[in-house]
């Protein structure tokens, strides 16, 4: 079997769409396949895990995902998108703790002396007092 023939024809089959009829192996992590090899050509064959292979071929199989790459460069700053819409209006906050109560203020100063009022009306006669 002629290996860099194989992976370009596994390449070539799987990214280009060749393989039809494969059921789906969404609960399945990896694939398992029959490779025949006749020089140039190859066929492959899909089986399950515990299929054999016919004499003339040989079994292969590969992950469904491989191992995660390294993280890739960090990418260019994006550019400032618009303005998004004003926000609603939040709703009312809880009341503070009352304040501590300011210094007393200095007292003022003595206001002028007012002037004298006017005379009043004289009163009126008294009672007689008792006889003596």
């Known amino acids: 079997m002629h290996k860099p023939h194989l992976s370009a024809f596994l390449s070539l089959a799987i990214g280009g769409g060749l393989i039809t009829g494969v059921p789906a192996a969404s ?4 694939i398992y396949a029959c490779v025949q090899s006749n020089g140039n050509n190859a066929s492959v064959r899909l089986v399950g895990a515990t299929e054999a292979c ?5 079994k292969i199989q590969w992950n469904v995902t491989g191992q995660q790459g390294p993280a890739g460069p960090q990418g260019q700053t994006g550019e400032i998108g618009p303005q998004g819409p004003q926000g609603e209006i939040g709703a009312t906050g809880p009341q503070g703790p009352a304040g501590t109560n300011g210094t007393n203020g ?27």
Do not use: C, F, L
């Not at 609960?27 to 990896?30: D, N, P, R, Y």
């Not at 016919?54 to 040989?58: D, T």
């Not at 002396?113 to 006017?118: E, F, I, M, N, R």
């Open 27 to 30: 609960a399945q992590s990896v």
């Open 106 to 132: 200095t007292n003022g100063t003595d206001g002028v002396d007012g002037t004298d009022g006017a005379n009043g009306t004289d009163g009126a006669d008294g009672a007689q007092g008792p006889q003596g």
């Open 54 to 58: 016919r004499p003339n071929e040989g």
